[in-house]
């Protein structure tokens, strides 16, 4: 049998494995506002289920709580939390953007998150921690996020210069994550890499300099994953990052299918599952999507997981049937 680390990185060259690697992560809001309770969580699930890897799953804010934004949560354990309060309620208000520490605060929990996780995850499972494209941590500071996109060809200064302030925030805490012990960054667009919400000339313009610019700080590793949220991905335009895995949400009709993604990139694609999808349907139709995404790959260049992050209820018996289907694939060979 190959350890986690070994099937991870011959599946990120293309190289035959005994089976697919298998991870999958979600929110849980009741336990996830400390760096304790987030690692706490995480391993329960990695010592449950087995993962081959494991993507640090933040509370969905912490990225942009240095410039205070601050969401409130229920006292439901599966209850999602909503924005309470935000900096930017007009266009000048972007003006007071500036950077921030980089290892205090929420990003220094997140550090520590890291650090903790490193020491107590078997060193043969690969860490991932979970860091925002600029331009998307820059929409989460007002409300709605469009607002920012109705700026960037009006006053694309004023947008630039807090870009800046951001994204040298984030050079520098990219490069903590890789020093805490973290073997690679999990990159996400949030909305900012669908066509719904941006064109592909502004994701040119205001995302991709600045994605890579937060990729080369962080270093080479093969491990890093480029995350392209939603549903109309744009994954043509993050095709040639400095990454091993590109992930998106396969089951979506507007996006590309698996195995279309492996002709568009040169590493191996994460995804063949709906998080909300066919994961909330019973064991069954979760084994059926894994079964149908192992016959379009073949078992090659293909990580198994969600589209996205699962939903806090996700029953645990799918996973583990998932879990044991992936198995039977290396009982097999």
């Known amino acids: 049998m190959m350890t986690s680390r070994d099937r991870v990185l011959a599946t990120l060259r293309g190289d035959a494995t005994d089976r697919p690697p298998v991870s999958f992560w979600g929110h849980v809001y009741d336990r996830e506002c400390s760096a304790e309770d987030l690692v706490a969580h995480t391993l329960e699930r990695q010592a449950r289920h087995r993962w081959d890897w494991v993507k640090l799953n933040p509370r969905k804010h912490y990225h942009v709580e240095p410039w205070g934004v601050r969401y409130d949560y229920s006292n ?58 600029p331009l998307a941590i820059l929409a989460e500071l007002t409300e709605p996020p469009t607002a920012l996109r109705d700026l960037l060809d009006v006053q694309p200064e004023r947008v630039e210069r807090a870009l800046e302030a951001v994204t040298r925030t984030f050079e520098r805490y990219v490069a903590a994550v890789m020093r805490a012990g973290a073997d690679g960054l999990y990159l996400g667009t949030v909305d900012w890499g669908s066509r719904a919400f941006i064109r592909p000339d502004q994701l040119r313009r205001w995302s991709r300099p600045y994605d890579l610019r937060l990729l080369a700080a962080a270093g080479e590793s093969p491990f890093h994953m480029m995350h392209v949220c939603k549903g109309d991905a744009q994954l043509a335009e993050f095709a040639d990052y400095p990454v091993g895995a590109w992930s998106w949400d396969t089951s979506s009709p507007a996006n590309p299918t698996l195995a279309q993604g492996l002709a568009l990139v040169r590493g191996a694609v994460v995804g063949g599952i709906g998080h909300e999808a066919e994961l909330q349907r019973g064991p069954e139709a979760a084994v059926a999507a894994f079964q149908h995404a192992y016959r379009e790959t073949g078992g090659r260049r293909w990580m198994f997981a969600p589209g996205c992050s699962m939903p806090p209820d996700t029953p645990d018996a799918t996973l583990a049937a998932l879990r044991d289907a992936v198995d039977r694939v290396a009982s097999s060979h």
């Open 76 to 133: 439901v354990p599966a209850g999602k939390p909503v924005v309470a309060a935000y900096p930017v309620h007009t266009p000048e208000d972007w003006d007071a953007i500036d950077e921030r520490a980089h290892d205090e605060g929420a990003l220094g929990e997140q550090l520590e998150a890291v650090r903790m996780m490193r020491a107590r995850l078997p060193h043969d499972v690969p860490l991932l921690q979970t860091v925002f494209t």
